[in-house]
């Protein structure tokens, strides 16, 4: 499930990217599109969530830019290498931000939906 | 009696904190427990480096406090120290079952083989997402395959994390660097970021932020900085090595 979740929110990243040319809104979608299901099917499963987002959002993790950030600190190139920290930083940023809306949307609307299933089906039982 | 469930009660959220468990879920886990044993007026107060827990019980007030140095990773024993919580908290459990279950979670270790193969693997699929070839599939595989057996050997003599990472990621930068030299068509790049894909402090950042998220501030903000640290040590292994 985790994997799935991956393919389908680096598939929305790569199609909003596309579609809009920017990477910081694609970061958000891809990241709430693989975190929103996460949440859920975590309490489903009844397991932490973080064990499954943390698999869900690997795709999206800013590993290339935080490499050329790196390579132009290592080549004297101060100035290119600070635009580069500054967009790793707003990348993660906004990926942090679609966490937190993800994790919102679990705490208010996902948790007493399914306590209302869970007694649902305690109270057939 | 009530022994046991506070002994309990501490080594789960001690364990759930060390597996990188979220600081509330530890506390929530110590709370239901304690609860579940009869006690009254239980605080709980996590935070990543101790735990402490006070509760009255027949008009005395107890207090455990336990410290915590080492940290590491697991998913699955977050999992596993979750269910025991819920079945304890639900009475399906006695807290003598719960604490041998829980060393078992504990000694149960996985072989180290396996993680360093699929941590390889993942280097090895990064390395084609970023556009590699097949003969820097194959590189990255083994350059991986070897950083982690390092990282893995580093952490067992006992160096810090964040020490071992960044040895991790010289070695991964200069092996592709002397591949280079036998391969010149290859790009270093895919192959380095590739490899060190897997030493990313991923979980610690989701951490932080649904610790800030929760209201846990002291956790959230110690989480960040090791995450922050640990990827400022791998990004500077590779830039020593890019640099010379």
Redesign the interface.
Known sequence: MAPLLGLIGYLVFTVVRNATGSDYTAAFFGTLVACLPAEAFARII???A??I???S???L?P??M??Q???Y???NDFNSGSTQIIRTLVY?GCM?IA??LS??VGKLIYTPLFKKINDKTRSKQ | MIDEYFSLALDLSVAMIKN???TY?AEECARNILAAGGAQEIEVLALPTGITITAGYNGKNITRVRSLKMRINN?GN??SI??IS?EVSAGKMQPAEAISALQKIEGSQRSIFRRIIFASLTSGM?TL??GGSYTEFALALVIAFFAQLFIAQLKRIGTVAFLSNMGGSILTALTARLFLLIFPEISI?VI??GG??PM?P??A???A??DT?YGDLVSGAARGIEALLS?IAI??G??IV??V
Do not use: C, H, Q, W
Request: hydrophobic fraction near 60%.
């Open positions: 009844k397991t932490p973080t064990v987002i943390f698999i959002i690997i795709p993790v590993g290339i935080l490499y950030t790196m390579l600190f290592a080549g993660s942090a966490i937190t994790a919102m | 990188g468990g979220e879920r998913l977050i999992d979750n269910t819920r990064f997402m970023f790049s380095i970021i060190i894909m990313l991923g979980l950042t989701i951490n932020i649904r998220l990827a990004a500077a590779v830039g890019l640099a």
